[in-house]
């Protein structure tokens, strides 16, 4: 089936750092999302993309749609401690959804 | 408030019975999902509905049962047949018609634990 490589698994920030993380995939997607995920909670949806290309913000969030539509990224800019969590995304087409294990955000000790 | 509500938060159950799941939305949405998640993972599909009395199996099926007799509503069943049930679940929803159709909204999810 379908699958979604998403890296990196886990990632220590400092606050003021900026972030990066992505997901890869075999297979085409028409929509890629990214998800946030405090513990014990449902995800929350964060930028949602629509066309190949697409670069997307949302307040210190941006996330681009690859042109080849197997691949999406996720930057966060000058982190704060409140971003912990895990990061989701998600491919879509034909109105199935096809998640990626997640990134995890902690605090640097 | 338009949302998706699942209860309960945290449910208890003893091998070998089966236990419902409660999933509730009012944002007229025609989908509806349930994942599950363990963990470390991401979220496995378990069943999917697109329209009411009519649903689908995903990825996990086994052990689970659904039904979608309403449109706000998606209860899921985890039966003795579930060898592994203790996990977080989450039930979502989405507007099926358009491009957006995948734009899935989650509740607050229900952690099952069997004792």
């Known amino acids: 089936g379908q699958q979604l490589n998403q890296s990196p698994q886990s990632m220590f920030i400092q606050e003021g750092e900026d972030v990066s993380m992505n997901c890869t995939s075999s297979?085409?997607?028409?929509?890629w999302l990214w998800y946030k995920q405090d513990p014990g909670e449902g995800p929350v949806l964060l930028i949602a993309?629509?066309?190949?290309?697409e670069l997307t913000s949302n307040g210190r969030l941006t996330a681009q749609f690859g042109i080849t539509r197997k691949d999406s990224f996720l930057n966060i800019s000058a982190s704060i401690p409140s971003d912990v969590g895990i990061y989701f995304c998600?491919?879509?087409?034909?109105?199935?959804?096809?998640f990626g294990k997640g990134t995890k955000l902690s605090v640097k000790p | 408030d338009g949302g998706i509500t699942q209860s309960p938060k945290y449910l208890f159950r003893k091998e070998g019975q089966n236990v419902t799941l409660s999933c509730e939305q009012n944002?007229?949405?025609?989908?509806m999902y349930w994942y599950r998640q363990d963990p470390g993972q991401g979220l496995r599909l378990i069943y999917y509905?697109?329209?009411?009395?009519?649903?689908q199996k995903g990825d996990i099926a086994e052990g689970y049962s659904v039904s979608r007799e309403k449109k706000e509503s998606f209860p899921l069943t985890v039966t003795s047949a579930q060898k592994n049930p203790t996990a977080f679940y989450l039930c979502?929803?989405?507007?099926?018609?358009?491009?957006?159709?995948?734009?899935?909204?989650f509740g607050q999810g229900t952690r099952l634990t069997v004792v």
């Open positions: 979502a929803s989405s507007i099926q018609s358009g491009y957006r159709n995948t734009e899935a909204f």
């Open positions: 297979s085409i997607f028409n929509t």
């Open positions: 993309l629509y066309k190949a290309g």
């Open positions: 998600a491919g879509g087409s034909q109105g199935n959804l096809i």
């Open positions: 944002l007229n949405h025609d989908a």
């Open positions: 509905s697109q329209i009411v009395n009519d649903f």
